[in-house]
Nanobody
């Protein structure tokens, strides 16, 4: 049984930082593409950043480039999203997800497994 468990969300002032974690268990493929998505009220779920378990460079959306960094720790089966210089527009529920059929994927409907989400709120 696959489980993705996010943690690290919270309330932070604009300009602050948070680090989200996604602990994965039960994934049988070592080449899943792990993505972070976010969804704000009334908006579509959007891709934020992603990285493949097996290697390769990380990817991030233009809206977060230079501020957010995705990384992985294979030994701990954990993916991280370091978020710096947060803005009120970053306020959303952040989800960790796994697409085990693609080397690279930014489309949310291709992802097979999802975490429960963690709320990030940035105050101005």
């Amino acid at each position: 049984q696959v489980q993705l468990v996010e943690s690290g969300g919270g309330l932070v002032q604009a300009g602050g930082s948070l680090r989200l974690s996604c602990a994965a268990s039960g994934l049988t493929s070592s080449s899943c593409f792990m993505g972070w998505f976010r969804q704000a009220p009334g908006k579509e779920r959007e891709f934020v950043a992603g990285i493949n378990w097996s290697g390769g460079r990380p990817y991030s959306a233009d809206s977060v480039k230079g501020r957010f960094t995705i990384s992985r720790d294979n030994a701990k089966n954990t993916v991280y999203l370091q978020m710096n210089n947060l803005k009120p527009g970053d306020t959303a529920v952040y989800y960790c997800a796994a697409d085990c059929r693609s080397y690279y994927s930014t489309t949310y409907d291709r992802y097979d497994y999802w975490g429960q989400g963690t709320q990030v709120t940035v105050s101005s």
